[in-house]
């Protein structure tokens, strides 16, 4: 009778187990930005639409061009998470509006993660001139120069 109980047992932590790791391997996809799609741009007329009509339209960017402000830019991505591991980015698109100088629409155009490429930071610091010592080092460091006068309030650090 305890055999068949703990074969039962077994089984059904052995289908949990299996659920467990299937659930977990299971992309959970996230989406950020926004983006629009071919027949939303449709609507955008070279020569004809204006700024203020695109920022209508589609609403406000998510980048203008920053230095260069005759552009405006969507963005849409798409991270996909699988279990513990970090998310990855699988799709991305940016929909680059420029303009011209009457605030026209002058092109469109539309970049995939294909189209990106990698850029390297550059990571320099600039030395502060601080010594770097910890907490335990400043403690029995500073233990010499302590005055007992200046605990207890009283002037010029003595008695």
Known sequence: MNMIKLRAS???SGFVAAVVAVTACTPMTR???FAPD???LAQVQIGQTTRADVVTLFGAPTSDGGMR???IYYVASQFDRIGPFAPKEVDRTVIA???DSAERVRNVTRYSLQDGRIV???RR???DGIEDIGVLEQLLGS????DAGSFLGAEGGGF
């Open 125 to 127: 610091v600039t030395d």
């Open 97 to 99: 509006v420029r303009f």
């Open 38 to 40: 071919a027949r939303e």
């Open 143 to 146: 233990f010499g120069r302590i």
């Open 31 to 33: 989406f950020n930005g």
């Open 10 to 12: 077994l089984r059904v």
């Open 120 to 122: 390297q930071l550059d």
């Open 69 to 71: 402000s005759d552009t």
